[in-house]
Structures are given as structure tokens and as C-alpha cells.
């Protein structure tokens, strides 16, 4: 098989690339290891309001026909972010956004490229780079620009030469059944040392999970969501927790290497402080696939996407990863120092925290 553009991976990130590359007149083929997409879904679901998102990327040119979502995949509004600290103090945070329902999210977005344009293969897993060409389990794929949308373990990225993500954390979630108020609530201490736990609000359940960081933990992901469920006496009706690794330290350093590019959490465009990353995807993914489809159409130099991304994202991901840093160094080593450094920041500074903002002048 050939073709202009491959993009490994059929999340947001690797939709939005294949849309606006095809969009362009490239051949584009995305392919994803998984026979449905979106699932099972591995993430909280949560979708910050545009007006939050431009306060992020206030730089990035029309998102709100970017980031659009159809009615009927918003699922519940928010009303703001609870931070509980370990002693159960609650500072309330001004935030508006909404949950989704990801699977379908994620199925729109591939559709959405698909009616652009692109070729959409399922069940096709991406194995390695030899020669020029991409061995998949079904088959090898000849391409002129490749593009990693596979995640924050990126087979792509690897293959490519460039760096990996260092010291993402493990986190897991499943779903609650009951009545929650309209708020995101992040618990931080003991259950989840070094990151938080979370209830994320949908219709009449909830995403409930636990992430945490290694170097602080002396437990078991699974021993802490254990903790976790019951303390606030969940009833879990998901079949089994679903995982995934989350980029803790901002961009990896290069995300272009001779014609190839990775994007989405094969990046670190990642939120450091709260693993978000469904807007830097989209965002990132359409900046992706336009210079992919303009280096084929014009010859477009590839390095124009890092250039083009740093412009665009840069600033506030590394603000967070900076404010990451600061908080594993003076917060998380203990529940009593994660206590007092929320009560030395308060409400100000945690929103700051909040919403990628620096906690100091």
C-alpha cells in the first residue's frame, strides 16, 4: 500500500491531523491497533469550555469551529473544580466546561476525517519503521510523511528516533453509578501520591479514578483506587479499571526527526498539572496535518509544526510542567507538606495552578 500521509493512531490527535491533511488534497491513511475506536475509554471524559481554552491558547485562530463538539456528545455541564486537600478543606475554583462521551467523540473526529478524505483502517497495529516504509500487522505501508499519534509510549516516536516521554504516571479509571453535583473533584495526599484522584460528573454516574507518581508511591495503583472506592463508598459499575500512562513533564524536546512527526501525548502536549490534553490534540493536530499536507503539496519544510505548535502552546505547557516540578518538590513528599503548600497558595494561586498560569511574579 501506498500513500502521502500515514498517521498511526485514531484518537483526537490523530483524526484532526488525518482531517485537515486530506482537507488539503493529500492521500491520507490513518490506521489505529484497535477494532473500535475510542474504546475502552481510558480518561475522564472532561472537555474545558472554549472561553476557558482561549484563555490557555488565546494566540490559536478559530476555535471555536475547531473545537467544536455536537449537542448530543455533551454530555453534562460543570460548574467549577473542587481542590480537597488531605485534611478535606475544599478551595472552589472558578471553571466551565462539560463532560463527553469520549468513545463517540473520538468516533466523530475519525469520521470526520474520513469524510475528508482520508482512509480509516481499523484493527491495523503499527510495528516498526524499516527502510522507509511502516510494518503493520497488516501489512507494510509506503509513505512519504509519517506521523505518531500513538500515544504517550509512542512506537512511532521511537522508530523515529526522537524523545520519549519521561516519568509519565500511571492512572486508572472506571465509572460510578449515583447522583454528583456538577463539579470536577481532585483529591489530593495519601490516595494519590504525587497526582491526584478525581470525580468527573456525567448523567447519573460519574468517572472516578486514581493517578499517581512512582517516586512517591509505596503501593499499587490498584490498592490505591481500592482505597479510593471505598472511602466514598462507590458503586463501580464498569467491568474492570482501564489504564493508561500520562506525560508529567511538558513537550518532549524534538517532535519532528528527518519526515516524520509525532503529536498529541506522543509529544507531552499534555497539561503537567492535571493530564489534559484533549485540546493541545486538536489544536496541535490541526497544525500537524497542514504542514504534513503542505510539505507534500508545496515542500513546505516539516519543521515548520514545532515551530508553529512552541508558537502556539508552548508558553502554558511549560508554565504547568514548571509548577509540576515545584509541587513534587515542596508538595507532594508528604500529606502534611501537600497541606500546607494549599494553604500558602489559596484560592489565587491555586486557580492559577488551575489554568497554566505562573504562581509567582
Known amino acids: 500500500m501506498k500513500t502521502d500521509i500515514l498517521v498511526v493512531g485514531a484518537g483526537p ?193 460519574a468517572n472516578v479514578g486514581v493517578g499517581f507518581s512512582p517516586k512517591f508511591a509505596d503501593g499499587t495503583l490498584d490498592g490505591y483506587f481500592e482505597k479510593f472506592k471505598n472511602i466514598h463508598d462507590f458503586e463501580i459499575t464498569s467491568e474492570k479499571l482501564n489504564g493508561k500512562y500520562v506525560p508529567s513533564e511538558g513537550p518532549i524536546a524534538r517532535t519532528v526527526a528527518g519526515n516524520g512527526m509525532v503529536v498529541g501525548d506522543a509529544a507531552g502536549h499534555v497539561i503537567s498539572v492535571s493530564g489534559g490534553g484533549l485540546p493541545q490534540a486538536v489544536i496541535g493536530g490541526r497544525i500537524c496535518g497542514q504542514v504534513a499536507a503542505d510539505h507534500i503539496k508545496e515542500g513546505r519544510a516539516l519543521s515548520d509544526y514545532e515551530t508553529e505548535w512552541r508558537r502556539a502552546m508552548l508558553k502554558p505547557l511549560k508554565t504547568a510542567a514548571f509548577n509540576k516540578k515545584l509541587a513534587d518538590m515542596f508538595a507532594f513528599r508528604s500529606e502534611r507538606s501537600t497541606t500546607i503548600c494549599m494553604s500558602i497558595l489559596g484560592k489565587r494561586r491555586l486557580t492559577k495552578l488551575i489554568k497554566c498560569k505562573r504562581l509567582f511574579p
Open 13 to 205: 490527535a490523530g483524526s484532526v491531523t488525518a482531517r485537515f491533511a486530506a482537507e488539503k488534497g493529500a492521500r491520507v491513511t490513518l490506521i489505529e491497533r484497535r477494532p473500535e475506536i475510542g474504546v475502552p475509554v481510558r480518561c475522564g471524559e472532561l472537555m474545558p469550555s472554549c472561553e476557558e481554552i482561549k484563555g490557555f491558547y488565546p494566540s490559536v485562530p478559530d476555535l471555536d469551529s475547531l473545537l467544536y463538539v455536537p449537542k448530543d456528545l455533551r454530555v453534562r455541564e460543570m460548574e467549577g473544580i473542587r481542590l480537597i486537600d488531605p485534611k478535606d478543606r475544599c478551595t472552589e475554583v472558578e471553571f466551565t466546561g462539560y463532560t463527553t462521551d469520549r468513545d463517540r467523540y473520538d468516533q466523530y473526529l475519525a469520521g470526520e476525517a474520513v469524510k475528508a478524505g482520508a482512509d480509516l483502517i481499523k484493527g491495523c497495529a503499527f510495528k516498526n519503521i524499516r527502510n522507509g516504509i511502516a510494518e503493520t500487522s497488516e501489512g507494510d505501508i509506503e509513505y512519504k510523511v509519517i506521523i505518531g499519534a500513538d500515544g504517550p509510549s509512542s512506537r512511532v516516536a521511537r522508530s523515529l528516533g526522537l524523545p520519549k516521554n519521561m516519568n509519565p504516571y500511571p492512572a486508572v479509571t472506571a465509572q460510578a453509578k449515583g447522583d454528583f453535583e456538577p463539579y470536577v473533584t481532585m483529591y489530593f495526599g495519601g490516595i494519590a501520591p504525587g497526582a491526584y484522584s478525581w470525580i468527573i460528573p456525567k448523567a447519573g454516574c
